[in-house]
């Protein structure tokens, strides 16, 4: 069974950074594309970024290129997500994906 744990999310000032992290288990972790979503309050769940099997490319999506970078650890079966100069409206509990299975979130919230 997988499971997905994020962590790493909290309360930051706009312009600061927050590296958020997803351990998983339960699978050959280096065989599966890994994404990031988040859902903030009020609105639709959302992609953010891609990251391709074993050491593969990565996509991100328009809000946050630039700004956020994801990577995959296949030796700790992590993935994450580095997010800089965030935004309000980055606020939003972000979650871990891999084919159909998420974790519980983190959230992250951008405020003076």
């Known amino acids: 069974q997988v499971h997905l744990v994020e962590s790493g999310g909290g309360l930051v000032q706009p312009g600061g950074s927050l590296k958020l992290s997803c351990a998983a288990s339960?699978?050959?972790?280096?065989?599966?594309?890994m994404n990031w979503y988040r859902q903030a309050p009020g609105k639709e769940r959302e992609a953010v970024a891609h990251?391709?099997?074993?050491?593969?490319?990565?996509r991100y999506e328009a809000p946050v290129k630039d700004r956020f970078r994801i990577s995959r650890d296949n030796v700790n079966n992590i993935v994450h997500l580095i997010m800089d100069n965030l935004m309000p409206e980055d606020t939003a509990v972000y979650y871990c994906?891999?084919?159909?299975?998420w974790g519980q979130g983190t959230r992250v919230t951008v405020s003076p």
């Open positions: 339960g699978l050959h972790f280096w065989e599966y594309d």
């Open positions: 994906n891999v084919g159909d299975d």
């Open positions: 990251l391709k099997k074993y050491s593969g490319g990565a």
